[in-house]
């Protein structure tokens, strides 16, 4: 259902110039600095401002992700005749949502729809200005019996679920219902074979796919996730 869009974006926001730094300036003023000068210590300030806030949301995740435990899978869907259990979006905001606030994090989603795709975009932030973001798109879920606003609802609510697991690096726990062994074969090697020659065919990039299901090699890939690897690839061709 979906292709790999990711990106990691990084932003700052702006901070007002502190007392230190503001006598600073009023030195370099004093002294007769330029412009130019005032120019390249104002800078200097920014970035050492942007470091700071980098290294404080760096702590804040790690710390946010050594507390937050393996989410429940509380939903059980069907992949064409097979059923498999996963966790949804309101277990996960319930688990990691007051993790997040007591370390200064939270997070908030943008999306768009275009063409054929939507995209939705996690943007993880810290009270200190730093954040990331990532983003994944997909097409509109035209499974069952969906109208063309329900399509886009469902593909929103996907993308949201993975794009938040994704940049916190979330994991669920073993299906509870008999299906952890099935759901965990591997692809088959003409599997393996037909998603590599497509990552090729579609410029792909190999690496965010691994990635994203979360495994070291194309042939790691459970079977039965092989048809949404298919999906998220082919999309790819309508770009």
Known sequence: MTRVARSNRVSEAPSPIPPPALSLLSAALARGADGEMLERLIGFHERSQAHEARKAFEKALAAAKAKIPVIAKNRQAMLGRQAYRHEDLAEIVRTITPILTKRGLSYRFRSQSTGA????????????????????????????????????????????????????????????DGQA?????????????????????????????LQFFQIKGVTELPAARFRQA??????????
């Open 117 to 176: 795709l939507v995209t939705v975009v996690c943007v993880i932030s810290h009270r200190d200005g730093h954040s990331e973001e990532n983003s994944l798109s997909a097409s509109p879920d035209e499974s069952g019996e969906k109208n063309s606003i329900q399509a886009i609802g469902s593909t929103l609510t996907y993308l949201q679920r993975m794009t938040l697991k994704a940049a916190l690096g979330l994991a669920a726990s073993d299906d509870d």
């Open 230 to 239: 298919l999906t998220m690839l082919n999309s790819r061709r309508t770009n």
């Open 181 to 209: 062994a099935s759901a965990s074969a591997a692809v088959s090697r003409q599997q393996a074979r037909e998603l590599l020659d497509l990552i090729d065919e579609v410029g792909a990039d190999k690496e965010a796919l």
